[in-house]
């Protein structure tokens, strides 16, 4: 299944090309397919970061070239410092598994954030995280929003 893509990544003239990197990611996600998959619930070996690792190499193809970057490893987001001072409560931030960021001029600008959790993991825990996710998100998108105004 794979050798399709391997023959038109090397027919792709253009290897910065959205064609190309897509090429790329579906190589791969089905190269590593077997590796996504846990043999069942009891037997979760995978932490957090296998996910985070896996996910972080897609984005790699796709951000390459771009004026973007990753940053991993529970770092605290701006964004939500701000947001938690203006509201006078505690100004540490929120801890986020993956922030993207931009740089212009001499700032560095939060673009969004993502959070992982095992597979497994139950409801409560996957709602508290999601919740977390869009709440950063939202103040991520609220500081863009100010920066046009």
Not at 39 to 49: C, F, G, L, T
Not at 113 to 138: L, M, P
Request: proline letters at 1%; one cysteine or more.
């Amino acid at each position: 299944f794979i050798e399709p893509f391997g023959r038109k990544k090397f027919k792709e003239k253009n290897k910065k090309s959205e064609n190309y990197k897509l090429l790329q990611v579906v190589e791969e996600v089905v190269h590593n397919f077997k590796s996504w998959k846990i043999e069942d619930d009891k037997h979760n070996n995978y932490a957090e970061m296998t996910y985070q690792c896996k996910f972080a190499n897609i984005l790699d193809i796709l951000l390459e070239n771009e004026d973007v970057t990753m940053y991993d490893g529970e770092k605290v987001s701006k964004n939500t410092q701000w947001i938690q001072i203006l509201n006078e409560s505690e100004n540490n931030g929120r801890k986020i598994d993956l922030i993207i960021k931009t740089k212009y001029g001499d700032v560095f600008f939060e673009l969004c954030s993502i959070e992982f959790k095992v597979q497994g993991t139950n409801n409560n825990t996957s709602k508290k995280q999601q919740s977390k996710n869009i709440r950063t998100n939202i103040s991520i998108l609220n500081n863009i929003n100010n920066i046009n105004k």
